[in-house]
Structures are given as C-alpha cells and as structure tokens.
C-alpha cells in the first residue's frame, strides 16, 4: 500500500515539524523579560505585600520557572521529569494559566472545537464559492460575469478582514437580522449539545465564515480561472467541441478535472493565511474560539496559556496542510510518493 | 481605405498595438531591457495608472504636514466626533470661493448626544497658506505654514473628527506616513533574507540547501498573524514610538521572506547550470560575486514585481496588529492606531465617519495589487 506509506511519512514529518515549532514557540514566548510570576512578585514586593510572595515563589519552584530555559523547554513539552514528574504536552498535560488561576486545559476547553468549526466551515465556504465562480469566470471569460468576479474578487483581497466583519455584522443585523457577537447564545453558553444549540451555532457561523472565507475565495477563484484558461487553449477542448458536445458537459468532464489538482494542493497554501485570518476576526467579533484568549495571554505574558494556544493554531494548520496532500495523492496517482518538492 | 461619415479616412486593416514590438528586424532591438519593459508596461493601463497614484502618495508624504489643516494630535474639545464638513463655493446662488459653514453644537436632550448643526447664515472663506500648529516639513524644517485652514471661529473637519476630537483627515495623511513606510522597510527586510537564504540554497545546494529548504517548509506552513502577536507581543512597552515602528517593521518582514526565498532558490537552480556561470566560474570570480553579479540582475525584475505584491500583505499585517493594540501605539498615528477606535459596532452606527481610514487602505492595497500585475506582465518583452 504506497498511499499508506506516504500518509505515515506525511505524519512523521509533521511531528518532525511540530517540534521545530515547539522550540519556535517556546523561545517567542520566552522573549520578553521577567516572566508572569517573577512581574507579580516584584509587584508585590513593591506594594509590600510579602504574603503574595511567598505563593508566587511556591508556583514558580511547581512550574520550575526557577530553571535554566532549555530546562522549563523539557519540562514544558514532556521529555524531562518536572517538580511533578512527566507532566508536559506530550503527556496530555497543557499547564497551568496564571492569570485565570485555572489549569489550561480548562480555560480552553469548548473554544478548541469552535476553532475547528469554524476553520472548517470557511474553508468549505472557499470551495462552495470558489469552484462554480472559477470555473464560470473562466468559461465566460471577458464577458460582465468574468470583470464583475475579478472586480468583487479583488475587492476581496483588498479589505482589511476585520474591517469586513464589522460592516457585513452592522448590515446583517440590519437587514437579515442576523445575531450579532459570539458563536452561540448566551443561553446556550456552558450547555450540552443539542439540537437547538447546534441550531444557533450554525446561525452564528454564517458572519464569520464569509469573512475569514472572502479573501481566500477570491485568491483560489482567480488561481483556478488562470488554470482553466490554460487548460481551454489546447487542442482537446477544439476537438471536443468539434465533436459537438455540449459546452457545461465538456467543460466538466475535460478542462475542470485537469484544473482540480492545483485547487486541491492550494489548501496548503491557504490554511494558514485563513487560520491567521480565523484568530483576528474573532478577536473582533467575540468569537468563542481560541483568538480572544490567544490576545489576552500574550498581553498579559501569561506563558503556558499562549504557548499552548500557539501550538494547538500550528498543529490545526499542519493537519490540514498533511490531509490535503494525501488527498491529493489519491486524487492524482500521478504524483510521486517522496514527498512534494517544488 | 473607408470614409467615415464624418470625412476621416481609416484604414481598414486591423490594429494591433503590438505588432510594432513583436516586429523581428526592429529599430530597437538592442534598447536596454528596461526600456522595453516600460513601453510594454505603459500600455497596462490600470497598472500604469495604480503606479503614478502610489508615487504621488510617497511623494506627498514628506509635506503631509504642510497639507493638513491640523496636526495629529491637535484636540479640538468642543467638537467631538463633529461629522464631516463640505468646503462650498456657492452661497446662496452667488460664487463666494471655497468656503465652510461653521458649525454649532448643540445637546440634544432625548439622546443625550451633541448635535453638530451647520449655520447657514455665515459663509467663512477658507485661508490658505496661513500658520496653524508647528509640524516638521520632510522631519527637519521647522514651519507653520498650511496648505489651508479653518477660518477664525470656525472649524474644518472634511472627514469629521474622533472622539478627542482630532481632525480625521489631518490624521490620515499623517498615518500616511507610518502605515505606507511599514510596507516599504518591511519588504526591505524581507528581500535582504529572502535573496541571502534563497541564493546561499540555490547556488550552494547539498546540505545548506535542505536545511533551508525545511526551514522554508516550516514557516510558510505556519500562520503569520499569532506568530506576528507573538513578536509583537515581547515589545517592551517602554520603548518609543520610532523604534516600536521600526521594530514591528522588521517583525513583518522577518516571517514574509520564505516566499521569495523559495523563487530564488527555484531560479537559482536552474541558472546555475547556464554556461556563462561556469565561465565566470572557470575566470577565478568568487561565489559572491557570481551570485551578485552574473545570476541576480538575471532576475531582479521578477524579485520587484513579486515585492510589490507583497507589500500590501504588510500593510494589513501593520493594520491587523495595531488594531488589535499590539502594534504602534498612540501616539503614534497610523492607519491601524486609526481604525482601533473603530472597533465597535456602536461607534460604527452612530460615528460612520471613525471608520473612514479604512478607504486609503483599501484604495493603495489595491494599487499594489495593480501595479504588481501590471509589472509580472511587461517584465517579459520579448513574449506578446
């Protein structure tokens, strides 16, 4: 089975790269000076609160802030004993956020799968949009439907995301009467799974999945219309309607199936400018995902809870990027197992 | 030959604006190369175009001063968030010259708001070339000379003012200068990595090069924006406002170059085997000097037009990250520091005009955008 071999060389790569990344991460953390607790304690020091002390010298010695960097790196991912034994990301433990005074696992919790909701459903919306519009723009290519896509599609690209999805929330409340803020309603918030939540989820989807999906759309619909027009100047596309077939039959079943690799593998491309994307819009319209929380913890210095929140948005991109070259892979026998090289 | 009705005689052969280039025994045939590229990109209309637009806007930067009414940090505090004023030339039917009305606030006791009501009765001229506020023209020369000013006892606000009630154009044309300059000494950055990393790859190759490669793999496989908060993020917060500018500057730059870095290297590759490398070679010419003066300038036209299209990308990454208040900060005045009193729906609904940086920035992303596509398809002259 070659394509098993090379979805588990793709996975072995990936860990590969998730450990660069660790390390990246780690030192970007790190760069400021001082840490969250060694700034508590000199705040306290200086308003002469020496009870506080003594708990934030106690939670620097139980998160071996105390150690050498490369140590609290070890102890941090999991391959060194900590003051508490193996207790890193490899073993499942994510640590402890100091400004919730909560672990981060539980801080994150919910928001993790939001952020994977909602990078799917935009990226879904980036094919919905963007396969019909390419390949439309392409058929008619200089007509009002071709200049008219270009034009929306460059207008796309131009407006600044957060911008967008501030507009586009004023107007759907205004007209569509769709919810503003948030990915669900307050009510539902901390509740179980149901019919009526997912109901309101989904609702509340719609805003942000046109904003975070516009630019990438637009993007992907100009790449594939420069592909089909490749395509439709060759021979086979004159023979075929010689033939007399039918112009959406031939363009179906010859020019748009050459056309489709690139599209495919462009979701490697794509992924982190839209996961970038994903992080600033719900900063902007209160999302429930993990971007809010990403600004806090960095604004705050709160390591352990950015550092993780940093990873967990790497790793969704690398996943993604790893399940679009397999597909591709079975998409396009093609292509050669050892790996993709420009 | 036909006669038009109106008497013209046209010919009747078709026109074909390219004929005269692609024409093989041509006059110009050993025209520099640049030359060429300005002929062919000269008929890319909407590029020729986006390209003279952004130079008037670099060249006006140094005199912003001089051309805004106010200065940037100049409050006007019985005028907040005043909506925008129209300069008129015609008072009641009769020309009188730019002028404005001036406007009246007045309490509006329902919504507990100010009302800004223009009084119509009292024309006041415009002045030009009158002393305001002291601004530095170019950053040296002491002046306080404006282009044009409000009347005495009135007030000039084209595009409104804010909530500290700030002159919302004045305040554009001076963000001009740090939101347009991010884009040019980040790409600065990025092309100095970009062309060191994908050369030393190309050229060298072996082991250099697949480490670089990887490292290539691994940044362009991340997301910019939370590395970019990240980085912004360890900025001391007691630094000033030129250096945090030129910090975020290089923080932008710094994760763009994998990009070129990748072309580069793919160019290289291929040139390297070309005859002429090896001759230079066989002549005793250092790495170094192969690489910068036989195999570069090869490609430099292509480099340019690809970092055209990719300083828009730091635009909105400067934007991005002062919005989100990690970038520049007040007061430094750029169009992100701009759009962060935007940031709710409220001041959207009630104050539009707050939102209005957000027009320049659409207008120059996209003059980028045109002048690079403009720029990718004149560089090959040769090809029609």
């Known amino acids: ?342 | 030959m036909t006669q038009l009705p109106d008497g013209r005689y046209v010919d009747d052969a078709p026109y074909d604006p390219q004929a005269s280039i692609q024409q093989l025994e041509r006059r110009d045939l050993d025209a520099p190369n640049w030359l060429l590229i300005w002929r062919k990109f000269r008929q890319h209309k909407l590029g020729l175009f986006s390209g003279i637009f952004l130079l008037i806007c670099y060249l006006m930067l140094p005199f912003a001063g001089f051309i805004a009414p106010y200065t940037p940090n100049e409050r006007l505090s019985e005028h907040l968030y005043a909506p925008p004023q129209s300069v008129n030339f015609f008072h009641e039917g009769a020309f009188q010259g730019p002028f404005v009305y001036p406007i009246v606030a007045e309490a509006d006791l329902e919504t507990f708001q100010w009302k800004f009501v223009p009084d119509e009765s009292r024309p006041m001229p415009l002045e030009f070339f009158c002393p305001g506020g002291s601004y530095r023209l170019a950053g040296l020369i002491k002046s306080d000379r404006h282009l044009f000013c409000a009347p005495e006892g009135a007030t000039l606000f084209l595009w409104g003012s804010d909530r500290l009630g700030r002159d919302v154009f004045s305040r554009i044309l001076y963000g001009a200068q740090l939101s347009l300059t991010v884009g040019l000494i980040g790409i600065s950055v990025s092309f100095l990595l970009g062309i060191s990393f994908g050369s030393v790859a190309g050229y060298f190759g072996g082991r250099i090069d697949w480490v670089i490669n990887r490292v290539i793999e691994i940044l362009r496989s991340l997301p910019e924006l939370p590395l970019w908060l990240a980085l912004s993020a360890a900025v001391p917060s007691n630094w000033g406002p030129v250096s945090v500018f030129f910090i975020i500057s290089v923080i932008l730059g710094i994760l763009d170059w994998p990009g070129l870095a990748r072309s580069v290297r793919a160019k290289f590759l291929s040139l390297r085997e070309e005859e002429y490398v090896r001759a230079a070679e066989m002549m005793g010419a250092s790495s170094g000097r192969v690489i910068r003066k036989h195999l570069l300038p090869n490609f430099m036209s292509h480099l340019i037009a690809s970092a055209t299209l990719s300083i828009p990308a730091m635009i909105l990454g400067e934007t991005a990250l002062s919005f989100l208040g990690l970038g520049l900060r007040a007061p430094a005045v750029s169009w992100g520091v701009m759009l962060n009193d935007a940031q709710n729906l409220a001041s959207i609904e009630i104050y539009p005009w707050t939102a209005i940086p957000m027009l320049p920035i659409i207008v120059i992303v996209l003059a980028f955008n045109f002048l690079g596509d403009g720029l990718r398809d004149s560089l090959d002259p040769y090809e029609s």
């Not at chain 1, 000076?33 to 002469?48: C, H, K, V």
């Open chain 1, 1 to 342: 089975m070659p394509i098993l071999r090379y979805a588990i060389y793709r996975f072995a790569t990936m860990l590969l790269t998730l450990l660069v990344v660790s390390v990246m991460v780690f030192v970007i953390i790190n760069l400021p000076p001082g840490d969250y607790l060694s700034n508590q304690i000199a705040e306290l020091r200086a308003s002469g609160q020496e009870a506080g002390v003594a708990k934030a010298e106690f939670l620097r010695t139980e998160y071996a802030l105390d150690r050498p960097l490369w140590q609290q790196y070890m102890i941090w991912v999991g391959f060194m004993p900590g003051p508490n034994g193996f207790a890193g990301l490899v073993q499942g433990n994510f640590g402890w956020s100091f400004e919730f005074d909560r672990p981060v696992s539980e801080i994150v919790g919910e928001s993790l799968w939001l952020t994977v909701l909602v990078n799917l459903a935009a990226v879904l919306f980036v094919y919905m949009v963007a396969l019909p519009l390419g390949v439309l723009a392409a058929a008619k290519s200089k007509t009002w439907i071709d200049y008219t896509s270009a034009f929306v599609g460059y207008l796309g690209l131009a407006t600044p995301n957060f911008l967008l999805a501030l507009i586009l929330f004023y107007y759907g409340h205004k007209y569509f009467d769709l919810p503003i803020g948030g990915l669900m309603d307050p009510a539902f918030e901390g509740q179980p799974m149901g019919w009526d939540k997912a109901r309101s989820i989904l609702i509340h989807l719609i805003v942000p999945t046109f904003v975070i999906g516009t630019s990438g759309a637009s993007a992907m619909m100009q790449r594939l219309r420069a592909n089909m027009l490749d395509e439709l100047g060759k021979p086979y596309v004159e023979t075929a309607i010689a033939k007399g077939m039918s112009p959406s039959r031939m363009l179906t079943k010859y020019p748009l199936r050459v056309a489709f690799n690139p599209f495919v593998a462009d979701i490697g491309n794509l992924l982190p400018a839209m996961v970038s994307g994903s992080v600033l819009v719900s900063v902007v319209l209160g999302l429930q995902t993990i971007g809010p929380t990403l600004l806090t913890a960095l604004k705050t210095q709160d390591q352990f809870l950015s550092a993780f929140v940093l990873m967990f948005v790497a790793l969704l991109t690398l996943m993604g990027t790893m399940i679009s070259d397999v597909l591709l892979v079975l998409l396009d026998p093609r292509i050669r197992y050892e790996g993709r090289d420009a």
